[in-house]
């Protein structure tokens, strides 16, 4: 079994090609890793078996009042309403539906780019040290590569009041997740930037006084900056393009250092 975590691209498309079809077992055995390795790569590019799909309807569905309290009281995502009870976000949304709950719609997150140079010292400090810039990968059909790119910008803290307080300086939307190394399912809080427009007026603001993260920072912005050059004249649907692809290797690469 191979001992290093790296992906080649030829191992991801075989993985997006017969995740279907094969067992993680199988996939496993044609690729020389292990199950847990198969798996793992699985779930972050966000390749569900099917027939784990016919397992959500099965579970109980949570009462009214609980899910007010968390969709309209807590402002929590459908997508983390799904963490929380293990089923997927399209069952998420049919609960809302069938207790005619207003399902809101999506926010859009704003940047305050008016920031003292105090402001931005202490943000991009705060980013260097505990924060992400990053792009991953899901399964993308109508892509040549059959996969899509997403970005993440993000401050990220244990404690929402720091957060919230963040929040009123910056902007951005707060979400909640939970830690991945936490046996204890402890829940965090990271304020993210919803469209690449505030994502990259928030990263030209800092990136002059990053340290740790300045080539990350410096490849984001002009990888944002190619892909809404290509959608002013190609639509939202423009293809994604083989620069940018290369820039986003490269961010992952320099992830793992």
Known sequence: MKVNNFWTG??????????????????GKALGRSIPSIRGKRHYLGLVKKTNRGQFSKLPKPPKEKLDELYLEENKTPYRISQIFHVSKQTVYRWLREYNIPIKRPYTSYT????????????AGYLDGDGSITIGMHKNKRSKRNLGLHYETSLISKHKWFIEELHKIIGGKIQSFIYEDSRSKKEGYKIGFCNQTSALAFLKSVTPYLILKKKQAELMIKFLENR??????????????????EMAHEIRRLNRL
């Open 10 to 27: 030829n191992e991801i498309n075989y993985l997006t090609n017969n995740y279907e079809d094969l067992t993680d077992e199988e996939m």
């Open 228 to 245: 809404l050059e290509a959608r002013r004249e190609g639509g939202n649907n423009v293809i994604i393009s083989d620069e940018s692809w």
């Open 112 to 123: 305050n780019i008016n920031l003292s140079e105090t402001q931005k010292a202490y943000l």
